[in-house]
């Protein structure tokens, strides 16, 4: 029998640096000096938020780059950076950087924003809570993923990489690891799924779409 998955939801507590960039100069200098939980923070926990449908700019940096600096074409290079393809986020600091020093070596000085709409730098704490459901096959599986919060799979699909180290989630390790090969399958298709395209709440769907798909033998 599998070892049963234990589902945890999060929530997400916001500390503030006392950072805060008003300008892309600005914004690049303290990049370089944050910390990781803070270029994390603004990276990802953005996909925990209720969107109707992804986001252009799917972070908080190019949302206020776009928005407040009004500089569009930087904001759409930096929403092309998928940080989950990244084995750690010093690496994805390394490539913010470079693509906005290549930005500042192109383009006009860069404009200053008005008092009161600079980026704040802040760091999160994950608070993680237990749900109390557990899955040992796919029928329960899936009626647990009806029953979490989507930041159920925040925690188990976003936040895992980072937390293990690896590139890949909790639940296509659960079914790879726990199935004896029954469920390789499904567990790919998981592993398929491209966490920079969604957020929690349409992952969840997707989700719940292969696994029901998994139990009918699709």
């Not at 390789?184 to 989700?207: C, F, Q, S």
Request: proline share 5%; with cysteine; aromatic share 12%.
């Amino acid at each position: 029998m599998a070892e049963p998955f234990v589902f945890f939801e999060c929530t997400p507590v916001e500390r503030m640096t006392g950072r805060h960039a008003k300008d892309v100069v600005d914004f690049l200098e303290i990049l370089k000096q944050i910390s990781s939980a803070s270029i994390f923070h603004h990276m990802h926990q953005y996909f925990l938020k209720t969107h109707v449908a992804p986001p252009e700019y799917p972070n908080d940096f190019t949302c206020w780059i776009a928005d407040c600096l009004e500089e569009k074409i930087l904001a759409e290079r930096l929403a092309n950076l998928n940080p989950f393809e990244f084995a750690n986020i010093e690496d994805v600091r390394v490539e913010l950087i470079r693509i906005i020093t290549n930005y500042l070596k192109e383009n006009r000085p860069p404009r200053t924003v008005r008092e009161g709409k600079e980026f704040f730098f802040n760091e999160g704490i994950t608070i993680v809570i237990p749900t109390g459901l557990v899955a040992t096959n796919l029928a329960e599986f899936k009626a647990a993923l009806d029953e979490v919060d989507p930041s159920c799979i925040y925690y188990h699909f976003y936040e895992a990489r980072l937390r293990l180290g690896r590139k890949v989630d909790d639940f296509s390790c659960f079914f790879s690891d726990c199935f004896e090969g029954e469920c390789t399958e499904l567990a790919e298709r998981i592993r398929r799924l491209d966490p920079y395209m969604y957020t929690a709440e349409t992952l969840k769907n997707k989700l719940v779409s292969l696994v029901v798909s998994a139990m009918e033998g699709k």
